[in-house]
């Protein structure tokens, strides 16, 4: 029978046993103990997980176990099974590390101490440094990083999870600490959604718009790795399911002030997104009915008037021109939208 432990360290990981066992030595070497930490594979091929399981034994420690899941359930299912297992096992904190990520030695026991000083916060965040494909710190992504998620001179204290997520993804759900209690009293995540994205949008829309708060402390508790194979780095607006399913979280909500207005902005780019999808596909009535909704979110955006421009008076053309947008650089382009057209969330 496994102990209780105060902290559940999940980690999902998937066909990547060298970054996992990275992440693994860093949790075992963390100074604050009383956790638990389960290595749960989504469906990786066989010498793989195998290679994974024998780690996981050969380290010989009680508090460490692996669990290899019956199909890929991308990260809703991943997410779901440990907010599971946090739960009856009775943990007071949960934090889901990615396989490709570390936390530094402190960063449990940071975490633990600000949350028990700070009662009615709901989570605990911090700073990372971003380290290359093979685990050297990088200042320039650091530095890169800090500008995209606007934390660049943030100083320790309170931030309003709803707001600093909505303008700038400011928190990654890797390494985020969570209080099971704040996570249980949200509902954690939108029942009807799964896959791999939005969930990590789900997690902090939903703990925001209940007025959640976080800690921030900026020191570099986490290590973030950046390469090729990162979830951050997938084309997901090439994804139609991913467009679809983060439409239908933000259309349902309704916020006030800025972070209405970053909902409308975030509406209207996910719809244009999807009106270029139906046109490349030949459906143009389709194509202008999304377009039609993309204005109604967001009618002051430039790019959207020109796709309804494209798709109300030239069809075929922008028929060609959506099929070369996302089979010759969609990641690319998605990258020049202005700042204030951007979807909220992961750390690109």
Not at 101 to 125: I, R
Request: aromatic share 10%; proline share 4%.
């Amino acid at each position: 029978m496994i102990r209780m432990a105060r902290a559940l360290i999940g980690i999902p990981t998937f066909n990547r046993p060298h970054f996992v066992i990275s992440a693994l030595r860093s949790v075992v070497a963390q100074t604050f103990t009383d956790w638990r930490a389960i290595v749960s594979d989504n469906a990786s091929a066989s010498p793989t997980r195998d290679a994974i399981r024998e780690f996981v034994a050969e380290l010989g420690d009680p508090r460490v176990t692996f669990h290899q899941q019956e199909s890929n359930l991308g990260e809703y299912g991943q997410g779901r099974y440990f907010f599971r297992q946090a739960q009856d096992d009775g943990c007071e904190y949960l934090t889901i590390l990615h396989d490709d990520d570390a936390m530094e030695p402190s960063f449990l026991e940071s975490a633990v101490e600000a949350l028990e000083k700070q009662p009615g916060m709901a989570l605990f965040a911090c700073n990372p440094y971003i380290m290359t494909a093979d685990g050297v710190r990088s200042d320039d992504l650091t530095d890169g990083f800090d500008r995209r998620s606007r934390r660049t001179g943030v100083r320790e204290g309170v931030i309003d999870v709803l707001s600093t997520h909505m303008a700038c993804g400011f928190t990654p759900i890797s390494g985020a600490f969570f209080r099971v209690s704040a996570l249980r009293d949200s509902g954690f995540v939108d029942e009807d959604l799964y896959g791999c994205v939005p969930f990590e949008n789900n997690i902090f829309v939903r703990l925001g718009e209940r007025g959640a708060k976080a800690w921030f402390d900026p020191r570099r508790l986490l290590r973030f790795r950046s390469h090729s194979q990162q979830m951050q780095k997938t084309d997901y607006l090439n994804n139609e399911d991913y467009v679809r399913l983060s439409i239908r979280l933000f259309e349902r909500r309704r916020f006030e002030g800025g972070n209405e207005r970053r909902r409308r902005q975030v509406l209207g780019r996910l719809y244009r997104i999807e009106a270029l999808h139906k046109a490349r596909a030949g459906e143009t009535a389709e194509a202008r009915r999304r377009v039609a909704s993309a204005i109604r979110a967001n009618p002051t955006s430039v790019s959207t008037w020109l796709v309804a421009a494209a798709v109300y008076g030239a069809p075929i053309l922008a028929r060609g021109a959506a099929r070369a947008w996302f089979d010759d650089g969609a990641s690319t382009a998605s990258r020049r939208q202005p700042p204030d057209d951007d979807s909220p969330g992961r750390r690109v």
